[in-house]
């Protein structure tokens, strides 16, 4: 009994001892873990290139061009949208203006705060100019340093990715080097599928968040289906923000209210598609993640790593339960963060959708 708690205690000290490692060590590693993820994603491709006999300097050199040319197209498709919406900044401002002037007259009417009071009270909360700015080059200059960061590790990641490999194997002990390369070979085949299935999903949401946006009117659909598809990497959250950011635009642009409403249906349609057509025949269940467990990623990386640590959560999760699912000992882990199984009905169910695909 003594003995078991003794391990229990120590599992706990080991579990803390790492979150607290995450926490000091986030600007080391938060660009290594997202250039390991970028490295992942593109490991078929760089397979698919050496087997057309390319030399892998050649072919890890390609995959970084095509990282580089997604990079630019996705800045410029979402450069240009905003410079669109810029366009419209006389308009959002006197609606700016309209609610602000409306919301001073309710806080007076009901709190008796003037407008002069309440005018003072904000230019006292308000960071100076200079703070404001200095705040800003801050972090352009740390989004480009972490950019370049991210880049070189993608770029080492894929070309050693054999040295790394051997490297593992030489840790285990030779009568396990086999299920360590099996473990090794069947976690990065799964990741992938993870990575690469979170891609494909994505590209299926900009095209229906993309037509049903631009069948209701909405102004900038292409801009808004691009971020709602992008902020699908954050689950739950990402899409309900999405909506509501295209709902609150479409609505200082003046958009009738069907048209808000009809938003919030689109919303509705394309997340049951997502839901039962898309995760089940793109993400499969192997890499799926209960609610419960989604949820706790989430909230643990955003206190260790902030925004980045909400986008890294569910890949890093995912990976983390490939890796329990095929490690012995760890597989009541992996158990308890996937889906729960639903029986025969369901995946009897799945198959036909299977089918007609």
């Not at 806080?107 to 703070?131: C, D, M, N, V």
């Not at 040295?163 to 080097?177: A, D, G, M, T, V």
């Not at 799964?190 to 999903?201: A, E, I, T």
Request: net charge positive.
């Amino acid at each position: 009994m003594s003995v078991t708690i003794t391990s229990v205690i120590k599992k706990i000290l080991l579990l803390f001892l790492i979150i607290i490692g995450l926490v000091y060590a986030k600007v080391f590693l938060m660009p290594l873990v997202i250039g390991g993820i970028l490295a992942t994603l593109f490991l078929p491709f760089c397979h698919w290139l050496e087997g057309k006999k390319l030399p892998t300097g050649m072919a890890v050199f390609a995959c970084f061009l095509a990282l580089l040319l997604i990079i630019a197209t996705l800045t410029f498709l979402l450069g240009w949208k905003i410079a669109e919406l810029t366009n419209d900044v006389s308009l959002l401002k006197q609606k700016a203006i309209n609610t602000f002037t409306n919301t001073q007259a309710y806080i007076f009417a009901h709190l008796g705060i003037s407008a002069k009071e309440q005018i003072e009270i904000l230019k006292s909360e308000q960071p100076s100019y200079t703070s404001i700015m200095q705040m800003i080059v801050g972090s352009l200059t740390n989004i480009i340093a972490n950019l370049i960061l991210v880049l070189a590790y993608f770029l080492f990641l894929l070309y050693y990715r054999s040295h790394l490999k051997i490297f593992l194997l030489k840790l285990s002990p030779s009568s396990q080097r086999a299920e360590m390369e099996q473990i090794i070979h069947s976690a990065t085949n799964v990741s992938q599928q993870y990575l690469l299935g979170l891609s494909k999903m994505i590209v299926c949401l900009w095209i229906m968040y993309g037509i049903g946006f631009s069948i209701i009117g909405v102004e900038n659909a292409l801009f808004f289906a691009i971020l709602c598809g992008l902020l699908e990497i954050v689950p739950f959250v990402g899409n309900i923000t999405g909506t509501t950011l295209t709902v609150l635009v479409s609505g200082l642009h003046g958009a009738e209210f069907s048209v808000l409403v009809s938003i919030v249906i689109i919303y509705g349609i394309v997340q049951f598609i997502q839901g039962w057509v898309l995760e089940p025949l793109i993400l499969g269940p192997e890499v799926k993640i209960n609610p419960l467990f989604t949820i706790l990623a989430l909230v643990l990386g955003e206190l260790l790593w902030g925004i980045s640590g909400i986008i890294l959560a569910i890949p890093i999760t995912a990976i983390f339960k490939i890796i329990c699912d095929h490690i012995e000992p760890l597989k009541p882990y992996g158990f308890l963060i996937g889906e729960i199984e639903t029986g025969k009905k369901k995946l009897g169910f799945m198959e036909k959708v299977k089918g007609i695909f």
